[in-house]
């Protein structure tokens, strides 16, 4: 049973086009996040959901959209692609009311933009 | 401005060797985690530090929380090439919103048989 799974993999697309990135959850975990790792292995926030709740939203281009239907699940449209835009998505969740817990990070989704 | 600072950037050691790695800020942090990323894969919560002055151990690997609660250490024993991995230190700043961290740029590690 895979705690934080996000979907696709390893995604591949021209310039210009719309994608989309999908996480879920099953930890039961109250807060979903979406993390970008650079070339040299940065990991930068770019969204928090709270309980479906946007509670981070980092300096992000408007082309990026978070949307969390429901406290499990979180998902990532990118408008426009740009070449920059290249780089792994990581999906994480973590509890952070009551007794709190580190993030459990998916395995990641490697972005590029031909 | 990196938050947390971490040293040495890239460890390349031989099997049976010991090593040490670090995570410094000039801010306090309420906790620090560390994280060990292998390739392909995202980042797998090792351990969390609370106490200033903590140590903790995990099989080979201490972990150490600086009594200012500004620093973090990371102590590998014999590394072994299953040790190989990007570590990465975390933690949630003063004031930083709702389960916010902020990472470290790691270290890589390799670990040769």
């Known amino acids: 049973d895979t705690a934080v799974s996000q979907t696709p993999k390893y995604l591949v697309t021209q310039m210009g086009n719309d994608k989309s990135i999908k996480c879920e959850q099953n930890?039961?975990?109250?807060?979903m996040y979406w993390y970008k790792q650079d070339s040299k292995k940065f990991l930068k926030i770019m969204f928090s959901?709270?309980?479906?709740?946007?509670?981070i939203n980092e300096t992000v281009p408007n082309r990026f959209s978070p949307k969390s239907p429901d406290k499990a699940h979180l998902n990532l449209h990118i408008n426009s692609l740009e070449l920059g835009d290249s780089a792994v998505y990581f999906c994480?969740?973590?509890?952070?009311?009551?007794?709190?817990?580190?993030?459990?990070f998916g395995s990641g989704t490697r972005l590029t933009v031909v | 401005t990196q938050l947390l600072e971490q040293s040495p950037q890239f460890l390349s050691i031989q099997e049976g060797e010991n090593l040490t790695v670090y995570c410094n800020s000039s801010?306090?942090?309420?906790?620090l985690q560390w994280y060990r990323q292998e390739p392909g894969e995202g980042p797998v919560l090792l351990v969390t530090v609370v106490t200033g002055g903590e140590v903790k151990k995990l099989k080979r690997l201490t972990f150490q929380f600086g009594d200012a609660r500004k620093d973090s250490s990371l102590h590998i024993t014999a590394a072994q090439p299953g040790d190989t991995g990007l570590y990465l230190c975390?933690?949630?700043?003063?004031?930083?919103?709702?389960?916010?961290?902020?990472f470290g740029r790691g270290t890589q590690l390799t670990v040769w048989p």
């Open positions: 994480a969740s973590s509890q952070v009311q009551g007794r709190t817990s580190g993030y459990t």
């Open positions: 975390a933690g949630p700043n003063r004031g930083s919103t709702l389960g916010r961290l902020y």
């Open positions: 930890l039961g975990h109250d807060t």
């Open positions: 801010s306090v942090f309420s906790s």
């Open positions: 959901y709270n309980n479906k709740e946007l509670i």
